[in-house]
Structures are given as structure tokens and as C-alpha cells.
């Protein structure tokens, strides 16, 4: 009996977590699914286990381990050398890991971001802090929902850096389908993962599991924009309940979506307006590069472009800022919002902080 078949079989009976499952290390797996009752009672073995293990199904294991075979999956155990390094540290982790794609990213230093599934613009161009650390080659890891999640993995992509998508679902099927491109651009060039055996529905007491996930995986936990029920806080307080750091973009006050982030930063997370903030909250990790750089670097000087904010700017206020004639600003705001430099939105124009945004 192939003992990952005999592993996957432990890790499937009810009740199995990562306290129960490092207890049974004590014994191997052949031991442990051989043996009967009473010897491994006589063994020591917890009852509760002896009695989870009438449940055994050996056709939903090997219709698992099938899939796998077929869809290029790969399979992790808690305790195995190769499992990863920081997650084994968090104080839950997954008995096992499907994954999909370059299983070394896992060890990589990484950084989760997550926040609101529709962001403002504002929260769009806060994105832009990722790019000097994505581009020095650290990891960006998330959880392939739509908004920030999707918007940070399209930004890593892009920039030809590692990026990591957990996710609460089997890797057989994509959630939410819209991303089902970017869910095979990660399986070629990042690495998809998930505790959930194939055939798992999308369920939402599902999602909690999957951020402990994220933030176990990763050295600190970026929140851009949420609300204060957002599931981002969720992601937020399991990092700090790993002992990482957590970090939050400030918004305006007026923006419902960056209330749970003023929340996070009233509880003491890490203000983020900078690299540099992101770097020191990752214990000064190195990188082949300088990673600070000036956010406004490769915007042009320009009169009408310095007169729009990084939140909704009204046009009769661009107008009163550059004291230029309203056709000259009107000019001006089409070939900006053509170069990609400003975007416009219901109420007025916000500055993009870089020309080709996710």
C-alpha cells in the first residue's frame, strides 16, 4: 500500500487536525490502518481515532488520488520535509495541501494582500506599492476573489513575479469563474493551493479556512480597502494571531471601504503609504535591488496633472487649481486619462499611479 495513498486515507477521516494528526505521527500510517481495534488500543493509539477509522473510504481515496494523476496535481503532509516551512510554524495548520504549479514558491518569502472585492480607484492605485518589491522578486500571495485579491495576482503577473492563489475549493474547478484565466495563468506560472479535496463545493465557512491559509504562508498581511464586515479583517487577525506582521492602506474617512483598515490601524497594525513600510514589515528582507522608490516616479510635471488627487477630484476643483480655461483642462484630462496617467469616475477624475494598472 503506496503510502501516500495510506496518508491521504488518514487525513480524509472526520476530526483530523493538525493536533491529532502529529500525534499520530507516533505510529506509521500502515500501523495505524492495518491493525485492529484492540491492538492499537493496546498501543495507545486515541480512541477517537479507532472509531473515526471505521469511516475509511478507500474509493473516494483513490478516485483523489485519479484526479491528481490526470490533472497534474501534487499532494503535501503535514510533517513531510517539504511542507511549508512557515505554515508548519502558524498555530493551524493544513493537514495536507493539493497544489498546482511550482510547489518551491511555497518557501519563497511572500507578502499577502487582500481587501475589498470592489475597490475604488483610490484602492487601485495603492496597488502600486507592491511594484518595487514584486519587481525585486518577492512573492505575492491571496486568494484569487475578485478585487484586490485578483487585481494583486493580475499585478504580480504582470511584472513576471511569483505569485501563490489559496483557495477554498478543490483546484478542479475555479472560484469565481470570472477569474478562470487568471486561475490557469497561476497554475503555469505561480502555484495554485487548497487543503480541500477535488469535488469540494465553494462553501462560506470554507473562506476562514482558506485565509488561515494566506496568512500562514506569508511573512506579513497587506489589507487595501474594507469594509468593517469585510472578510479581509478575518485574514487580518489570523496573521496576527501567527505572530506576523499586518499592515493597512489609510483611506478617506468618508469611504466605507476603508473603514475596516482605520479599524485595523486603531488596533495597532502597520500604517502602509510606502515601500519602505512594507519592507520593514518584512523584517528587512533582502532583495537583489534597492527596493524605495519615489511613488510618483514617471509621472510628468504637469499643470493639470498635479491638480488631481488620489481620491475622486471634482472637475469644477481642477479647474479652480490650475486656473486654466475649462476647453484647456478638458484637453489636457483626455490626453492624461489616454496616457493612463488620470482615470475618470462617477464625480470627477483620480490620479493613476502608474500608466498600465491592473
Known sequence: MDRVRQQLALSLLPGIRAASWRRLALWSP?????????????????????????????????????????????????????????????????????????KALWDRPQLAVVGTRKPTPAGRNALALLEPLLAAGLALTSGLALGIDGLAHQQALQQGAPTLAVLASGLERCYPRRHQTLFEQIAQQGLLLSEMPPGTATLPALFPQRNRIIAGLSLATLVVEASLASGSLITARLAAEAGREVLAVPGSP????????????????????????????????????????????GLPEHPVLDTVGDDTTPLDLILERSNLAVDVVLSYLLELEIQGYVCRVPGGYVRQRRQSHV
Open 30 to 102: 500502515a500501523f495505524l490502518l492495518s491493525e485492529s481495534p484492540q491492538q492499537l488500543r493496546d498501543a495507545g493509539v486515541p480512541q477517537g481515532f479507532i472509531k473515526a477509522r471505521a469511516q475509511l473510504d478507500w474509493d473516494r481515496v483513490d478516485q483523489i488520488l485519479a484526479w491528481m494523476a490526470a490533472d497534474g496535481a501534487g499532494l503535501c503532509f503535514l510533517g513531510d520535509p517539504d511542507y511549508p516551512w512557515l505554515l508548519a510554524e502558524s498555530p493551524w495548520p493544513p493537514v495536507r495541501l493539493f497544489y498546482k504549479g511550482d
Open 254 to 297: 468618508f469611504n466605507p471601504q476603508a473603514q475596516g483598515c482605520h479599524q485595523l490601524l486603531k488596533e495597532g497594525a502597520g500604517l502602509a503609504t510606502t515601500p519602505d513600510d512594507l519592507l520593514f514589515a518584512l523584517k528587512g528582507w533582502s532583495s537583489p535591488g534597492p527596493v524605495t522608490k519615489d511613488m510618483q516616479q
